[in-house]
């Protein structure tokens, strides 16, 4: 599906460890149940993983990546391919790096926390290092924490994240969904919106209510806005878009307008009166200054105010820039 709809992935990041509690650095922590297929009846199971750091891990992980890594590298997809790690705050424990130079000599590594940076960490033995490749570093509430996405040459290695699931719920109002992640990539350097259900469907409990189940290291989907969302619903012939898929995807939409328009300015690829026009569109409120962007998250500039007007404004500008851009070539 990657490659009909992508391509080549940005950062193929393979998850295989737990990380161990703050202080266990030699892993003696239980790690997290893994799953088991029965190819002859299809049942899944679960059973532990070998704790970390110890040889009964490395026996039990290594021949996962020898039959992963042969497929990924017939793709074309290695150099893209990292070994993952997810933690609150705390970076990979020597043990995880040692195991993971271990199974994986080469390979680098990608690290996704409140506190994740781009750095190097040690193994139980001095000889082994991790290199980070990829850094993302996922704050609860919007704020300036990196360089604008408009303002880099190259790809970058560390991505800024805002947590969705903290603003974001089942009782959150449709133009929310939309003003979320039209706004907040833009406000200080966000990259997006962090990690969110697709279909985060709260599960009935045998003796009445409902609870959210996590999907990955700290995400706690139930604890911090009461009541999960999805933006997918499940439909007779398989998943339905909601109208919260459509706003969100329409918040993405305008966003990549912006950063493009921004981005031509930026770098200088239009000037005269049309490089004049867009730099009075965007510092019209759309995408400058945090006061603006409140009051544009709040729907303080609403839909009753021609929304679609003004959206026609921002495409139709965008499709100018573009033309012009174009015809430099």
Known sequence: MVAASVG????????????????DEHGSANSHPVSVLDPAT?????????????????????????????????????????LGFISQFIPPPP???????????????????????????????????????????????????????????????????SI??????????????????????????ADGVGSWGLDLFPLPKPVGGYFVSGHGR???WGGWSGNPFALLYPGPDGAVATERYEAFREGIELCEAIIFVRTAL?????????????????????SRGPQQQEEFLRAQYGFWRMQADEDAKLLDLAGEVAREIEGKK
């Open 266 to 286: 930026e770098k200088k690829r239009i000037s005269g009166d049309l490089a004049e026009r867009a730099s009075r569109y965007l510092d019209g409120g759309r």
């Open 42 to 82: 299809g049942q899944l199971t679960l059973m532990p993983a070998p704790p970390q750091g110890t040889e009964e891990c490395y026996r039990f992980w290594k021949p996962v990546f020898d039959e992963m890594l042969p497929r990924i590298k017939a793709r074309g997809w290695l150099k893209e391919t990292t």
């Open 95 to 161: 043990s995880l790096v040692s195991t993971g130079h271990r199974i994986w000599p080469e390979g680098e590594w990608s690290w996704a926390s409140h506190g994740a940076r781009l750095e190097t960490f040690p193994g139980l033995d001095t000889n082994v290092v991790a290199t980070i490749r990829h850094a993302d570093n996922v704050f609860i509430r919007r704020q300036g924490s990196g360089p604008s996405l408009w303002s880099d040459d190259k790809p970058r290695r560390y991505t800024f994240m």
């Open 218 to 220: 700290g995400t706690n």
């Open 8 to 23: 080549t992935p940005g950062n193929l990041q393979l998850n295989f460890l737990d990380f161990a509690a703050p202080g």
């Open 164 to 189: 969705a699931r903290c603003c974001l719920s089942d009782n959150a109002p449709l133009w929310y969904f939309r003003r979320y992640v039209e706004a907040v990539p833009l406000s200080g350097g």
